[in-house]
């Protein structure tokens, strides 16, 4: 199983701005995704940026221009810089991971991180 081990979040003023970081470890052949989530309260969870293994990165149309997801392949961590945040980005962000082990593919989720912005 692969373990993800999250940080970074906390309260900001709207127009602030945090960094969420995403640890993966286990036994990983392949990294084929790693990306955000999140969820608000009474709402689904809904994808916020993704990284792929051909190194094409997508995001939700609310997060575009003020996210960035990044990846340091040598530590296998993935980055979510978040950019004038607003009170609609308030949620409890997850990470995810879709790896191959060995032949085997298998998916993981981060404990959540909370986010909260503040008008």
């Known amino acids: 199983q692969v373990q993800l081990v999250e940080s970074g979040g906390g309260l900001v003023q709207a127009g602030g701005s945090l960094r969420l970081s995403c640890a993966a470890s286990?036994?990983?052949?392949?990294?084929?995704?790693m990306g955000w989530y999140r969820q608000a309260p009474g709402k689904q969870r809904e994808l916020v940026a993704q990284?792929?293994?051909?190194?094409?990165?997508n995001y939700a149309d609310s997060v575009k221009g003020r996210f960035t997801i990044s990846r340091d392949g040598a530590k296998n961590t993935v980055y979510l810089q978040m950019n004038s945040l607003i009170p609609e980005d308030t949620a409890v962000y997850y990470c995810?991971?879709?790896?191959?082990?060995?032949?085997?593919?298998?998916?993981?989720w981060g404990q959540g991180t909370q986010v909260t912005v503040s008008s």
């Open positions: 990284w792929t293994v051909s190194g094409s990165t």
């Open positions: 995810y991971i879709n790896v191959h082990q060995g032949f085997r593919v298998s998916e993981s």
């Open positions: 286990g036994s990983i052949f392949i990294t084929n995704t």
